[in-house]
């Protein structure tokens, strides 16, 4: 069974930094490209970054690019999001997914087929 | 990247069809647009992959299809457990995704 687990979420203040992490299990992690999508309260999901099978090839949404990092350990089976200089609008459920391809390059089968159950990220004064 | 455009509302009666529909650019609304079923407090869930295809365990009720630059998902046969909200999400070009706005569905 597929199982995407996040992990260190919490209530930070503007301008600081924290990083969460997705343990994955249930399946061929370095097999698959993985992405991280977000859901600020009430509001819709915006994908916010996205890496390949390899750790190579990353993209980011405009809204965190040069303040977000995505990475990835295949050894340890897990994803990261290192989140800096954090605003009030990065406030929401982080969501880890898993892609059902291995490339963010899209040029066949794509898509997030598994997603964890999110970590809760609060940014306030 | 802009979200990709949906109706924020659509409703039906049980037994009743309903398409929601997902509009962008060319750049963004290709081939491989997806769809996601989520219900209050739980994670996404995909229903519809490259445009047309069901994941296994999706009911058959769930379809896909694209004219131009709009995607769009029929559910037919609208069964309570159907209220949900759903959203399309594609391929935006180098490396990069986007979701529409989301769709609210209310089965009446």
């Known amino acids: 069974e597929v199982q995407l687990v996040e992990s260190g979420g919490g209530f930070v203040q503007p301008g600081r930094s924290l990083r969460l992490s997705c343990a994955a299990s249930g399946f061929t992690f370095d097999d698959h490209a993985m992405h991280w999508v977000r859901q600020a309260p009430g509001k819709g999901l915006e994908w916010v970054s996205g890496i390949n099978w390899k750790g190579v090839n990353i993209a980011y949404a405009d809204s965190v690019k040069g303040r977000f990092t995505i990475s990835r350990d295949n050894a340890k089976n897990s994803l990261y999001l290192q989140m800096n200089s954090l605003r009030s609008e990065d406030t929401a459920l982080y969501y880890c997914a898993k892609d059902i391809s291995p490339a963010i390059y899209c040029s066949g089968d794509c898509a997030l087929d598994h997603w964890g159950q999110g970590a809760l990220v609060t940014v306030s004064s | 990247q802009s979200a990709l455009t949906q109706p924020a509302s659509v409703s039906g009666s049980p037994g009743q069809s309903i398409t929601i529909s997902c509009t962008g650019t060319s750049s963004d609304v290709g081939s491989y647009v997806s769809w996601y079923q989520q219900h209050p407090g739980k994670a996404p869930e995909l229903i519809i992959y490259e445009v047309t295809k069901r994941p296994s365990g999706i009911s058959n009720r769930f379809s896909g299809s694209k004219s131009g630059n709009t995607a769009s998902l029929t559910i037919s046969g609208l069964h309570d457990e159907d209220e949900a909200d759903y959203y399309c999400?594609?391929?935006?070009?180098?490396?990069?995704?986007?979701f529409g706005g989301g769709t609210k569905l209310t089965v009446l």
């Open positions: 999400y594609s391929y935006a070009g180098s490396g990069t995704w986007v």
